[in-house]
Structures are given as C-alpha cells and as structure tokens.
C-alpha cells in the first residue's frame, strides 16, 4: 500500500516537473521570438518605399515616443533601423511607410556591412526628436511654403512663430528654425513693380508697417534687421537655419548692409543711401560675398545672387545633382544629401539658385548644376550652429506664381526634392560627430 502512495507521489512530481518544463519552453520561445523581431528597418530606397516623406514623420513620432533610432546613410536610399514595438508597425501601416521586421542578428549584419572600411556608409545614432519652429506670417496659407506643407504632410509637429516672438528671444525654445519665403530688407518682396495696386500687397505693406510700429521701429527694414540680427545669434548659439527662396539672399543682405538705407522712397518713405553698395560688408554674412544690390524698384529681384535671370537651362533638362561624401568622414553633409536619386528636378523660385562666384569659399555647395555654374543646396557653419540654403519655391511645382493651386503631396510622396528638406528637419537628432573636412 505504501508503495503505491509512493508511486503516485512520484508521478505527481513528475507531472508537475513537465508542466514547469513546458512554461519555461513557452517563456523561451516567447523570448526568442522577440529577440528576433526586435528591430523595424524602414527602407529608403527608390523601389521599395512607398512614401519615402512620411518615413521621416514616422522616425521622428518614434524619437518623440522615447525610443531609439538610427540613421543608416547611404543604406538603400539613407534607411532608418527603429526598435521595433507594437505601436511603430501600427503607426507604419496607418501612414502607409513601408517596413520590414528584423531580427538582431539580420540588424547586427547590416551594421556591420555598414562599418567596413570598404562601405561608403555610416550608422549615425539618432537621439532626441528637434523642437521646430517655423518663421512665418501667422496669417499665411500653409502651402504658400513648401516646408510647412511637407511638415504637415509627414505629421511633424512645430510652432509657427514671427517678428514678436523671435524679438522676445522665444527661439531660445527651438533646435531647428525655417524661415519662411520672406523679405528680410524691408522691400516687401519687391512685388512693387508688378503688385502695388493689388489689394493684397497694399494690406501686406499696411500690417508690415503697423507691426514694425507696434514693436518700437520706424521703419520696417529696421525692424526685420533686429529680427535677422535675433536669427544670427540663434545660429551662432549652436541653432540650426534652414531658408529657401527668397529667405536666403534676403536674409544675407540684410546682415550685409546693417546700418545702411537700402530702401528707395516707395518701401520706407525716403531715400536710400548715397553709394551703399560700396558700404556693404560681406563679413557679416552666412553664405554670400561681393554680390550687386538691384536698386530698380520694380524689377522682381534683389540682388546678383540669384540665378532667375541669368538661367540659360530648358525645363526638359532643368535637374541638379547631390554632391557625394564619405559618410565616414563627413557625415553631416552625407546625411543632409541622403535620397534614393542624386539627379533632383529643378523648380523656379524668386530665389531659384545662387551663383557660385558669390558663395564664400567656406559654405559647402552640395547641389548644383555645374554646366550653369549655379549652385541650388548650400550648407555652412556660424558659429556653434550651421545653415542650410535651398533655392526655389516648390519642389514640385516648376514655376509657382502667385495665386496658384497648392502641391497635393499625396500625388508625391516620393519626392527627392522634398527629400533634401526633410533630411534638415531630422539632421538636428543626430548624435554630432566632429567634421572631418
């Protein structure tokens, strides 16, 4: 009788050995699992992505959620390696980003594929999602600006903020400022000669001049210096700049002739300064030197830094090409270069390109159509902080006029040229590197 209690001791214990076994083996394979699943690649390349514009929206949600990423440069079109979790492939599927489930081991060798010697490539970790602010008229249509409508495309949260709020030092709050296509000498665009009996530009100059007022300035180039001068010191404070069109020769001469009357009657009320353009002093600009003002009041252009006029390209062939560096080396332009195409389609602006004879030899010119010698993608460093200059208005929209429809970027969720603007917006999240050229 004892025996056979004992037996049935034995069996129990047996069966409760089993059952632990089997809840270990189901831990371990719940554990395997997800080390094998552990990271979202989100390729970049020209066939696979499906919209190469909201991949960047999706690396920055998922910085913003705390997470961890990393920048895979010049891998399939400049990939992005994400930890992988639930709410990522959700937030993927939803907007429509192409991605791929890898295991550590696949991710292990892809790194290690991009650490040889051998591989023009880099992974650049990339640590905290930049807080964005965007320098624009608050009563302004977002798709009057190309970086607006593609923030609000790729869902990319920022703050719009303008003359007051950067002359109330607000900019202290931001990582990454864009300025909006705008006049920083106080010319109101010079849309003079073709729109000065529109409503429109009478409203525009009416508010300009009641705001330099408001804010304790005479004249409105007086004010939009004070503000040019607050956007300098962000920069050199260790800030990043990115301008297009307009913003960018504008900004520049207004540094360049600080203290100086550039404005004819019609714009501020008196005359401009006898023989300014000998006074300009080009050390105080980012990008430009010994470029030519244009004193005619009604011609659409400021200066001789744009290239609008002196163009002698056709649309058909009308494509600029990216510059290519070591990712190793020099990885800050290599990321703000990344694409899955180095021919990028040109697009007119009242800024459209710059003229290489009048960048400083300092500024990397790393878009440009040489044939033309004109440059379309420029980059620099001031200070602690750096720039990036993009000629044009719309990258898909050839030649926008005032009063045109607005781009449908879900027609162009693939756009190369929107591309180069979103590479900026994420370049601040980079863990900085010393650069090497």
């Known amino acids: ?46 066939v696979t992505q499906t919209n190469h514009l909201k991949a960047y929206g999706i690396t920055y949600w998922s ?9 895979l440069l010049n891998y399939e079109g400049g990939s992005f390696l994400l930890e992988d979790n639930e709410a990522t492939r959700k937030e993927c599927k939803i907007r429509g980003v192409t991605f791929q489930v890898i295991s550590d081991t696949q991710a292990a060798t892809i790194l290690e594929e991009i650490s040889s010697p051998s591989k023009n490539m880099e992974a650049v970790d990339l640590e905290k999602a930049p807080k964005i602010a965007v320098y624009s008229p608050k009563d302004k249509m977002p798709w009057d ?44 665009g010079k849309f003079y000669g073709s729109y000065r009996t529109t409503p429109w530009y009478i409203e525009q100059k009416k508010a300009a001049e009641e705001l330099a007022k408001k804010l304790g300035y005479n004249k409105v180039s007086e004010e939009k210096l004070a503000v040019s001068l607050k956007i300098r010191d962000f920069v050199v404070g260790g800030g ?4 297009m069109c307009s913003a960018t020769d504008s900004f520049d001469i207004a540094l360049a002739a600080e ?5 004819e009657t019609m714009f501020d009320g ?20 010994d470029f030519t003002l244009v004193k005619n009041p009604t ?25 290519e560096y070591s990712a190793k080396w020099d990885p800050i332009p290599t990321m703000l270069c990344q694409n899955h195409t180095q021919l990028i389609k040109g697009f007119m602006g009242q800024t459209t390109s710059f003229d290489s ?15 033309n010698k004109e440059a379309r993608y420029i980059h620099g460093t001031k200070g602690k902080g750096m720039f990036t200059f993009y000629g044009g208005h719309d990258p898909e929209d050839y030649q926008h006029k005032v009063g045109d429809a607005k781009t449908e970027l879900d027609l162009f969720p693939n756009s190369p040229g929107y591309r180069l603007i979103l590479n900026n917006v994420l370049f601040p999240a980079a863990k900085k590197k010393k650069q090497k050229t």
Not at 357 to 371: D, F, P, Y
């Open 63 to 71: 910085l913003n959620q705390g997470n961890k990423a990393k920048w």
């Open 240 to 243: 990043f700049m990115f301008a």
């Open 145 to 188: 600006d190309a970086v607006t409508m593609v923030l609000n495309y790729a869902e990319i949260p920022f703050d719009v903020v303008y003359d007051e709020e950067v002359l109330g030092d607000k900019l202290l709050l931001y990582e990454w400022l864009h300025l909006h296509h705008e006049d920083f000498t106080g010319q109101f």
């Open 357 to 371: 004879n009048e960048i400083k030899s300092n500024v990397l010119i790393m878009g440009e159509i040489k044939s």
């Open 270 to 289: 008196d005359p401009s300064d006898i023989d300014y353009q000998n006074k300009l002093d080009f050390n105080k600009t980012f990008a430009f030197k």
């Open 1 to 46: 009788m004892m025996c056979h209690f004992n037996k049935n001791i034995k069996l129990k214990n047996i069966s409760k050995t089993v059952s632990k076994l089997k809840l270990i083996l189901f831990f371990v394979i719940i554990y395997s699992q997800n080390l094998l699943a552990s990271f979202i690649l989100i390729p970049m390349d020209e």
């Open 259 to 263: 203290g100086l009357d550039i404005c």
């Open 299 to 323: 011609e659409y252009e400021f200066s001789s830094i744009d290239m609008t006029a002196k163009r002698t390209i056709p649309r058909t062939s009308d494509y600029f090409s990216l510059q």
